[in-house]
């Protein structure tokens, strides 16, 4: 990389500095469940940002296991419909509490080949008093009119069984219409509690 040298030792002599992007996230929306049956944020994600990066705080389900697994999926008509095609992969790390199961596997039957339906991001979540899900999800450009949208997210879950779950999830929206809204759902039942923020990132 080329370095740039000032000649004149004087800063007062220097007209303008070429601004250094930050690439600190920027709080745009926070959404906080209470017996919700989902999150929607259909305003706010559009051309401003080059990523835009959610945060899942304490998600509680109303239901356990399959049934209270958070999931996602996007819109291209602001809301009207969450039903984008989408292709992902999907694989998971646990260690149950009594330390008798350790595992790291691939889980086909949580990944996606041109599916319009809803993508999970956790599996088997418990609905115990003390259990919840926290986590993140990042969306590449999809504002974007070019290419498919990329996302990658990671979870960590209190499992049912009971156990840790590492859950990891990518792939893209298998389209070149701007996607600009996204909504946050329980696989079955309510959201009874949890934060969801949504961050842009330039």
Same mark, same amino acid.
């Given at each position: 990389?080329? #370095? !740039?040298?000032?000649?004149?030792? %004087? ?15 920027? #709080? ?5 469940? %209470? ?96 259990? %919840? #899900? ?11 009119? !070019? ?6 997210? !990671?979870?960590?879950?209190?499992? %049912? ?42």
């Amino acid at each position: 990389m080329a #370095l !740039t040298y000032y000649n004149n030792n %004087s800063i007062s002599n220097v007209t303008s500095f070429a601004q250094v992007p930050s690439g600190n996230p920027v #709080l745009l929306s926070t959404a906080t469940a %209470s017996a919700s049956s989902s999150i929607e944020f259909t305003s706010g994600i559009d051309s401003t940002y080059d990523v835009y990066y959610f945060q899942f705080i304490n998600h509680h389900p109303e239901n356990k296991f399959g049934s209270g697994n958070l999931q996602f999926q996007t819109s291209i008509d602001s809301g009207s419909n969450y039903n984008v095609t989408l292709t992902s992969t999907w694989f998971r790390a646990g260690h149950n509490e009594v330390d008798t199961e350790t595992f790291l596997q691939y889980q086909s039957d949580e990944d996606k080949q041109q599916s319009t339906t809803f993508q999970n991001l956790a599996s088997g979540v418990d609905n115990d008093n003390d259990a %919840s #899900l926290c986590g993140t999800l990042y969306l590449f450009n999809p504002s974007s009119t !070019t290419y498919v949208k990329h996302f990658i997210a !990671t979870t960590q879950v209190s499992h %049912s069984d009971p156990a840790s779950n590492n859950c990891f999830i990518a792939g893209y929206f298998n389209t070149t219409s701007a996607i600009n809204a996204i909504k946050f759902k329980a696989q079955s039942g309510n959201i009874d509690d949890g934060t969801i923020k949504m961050y842009g990132i330039k």
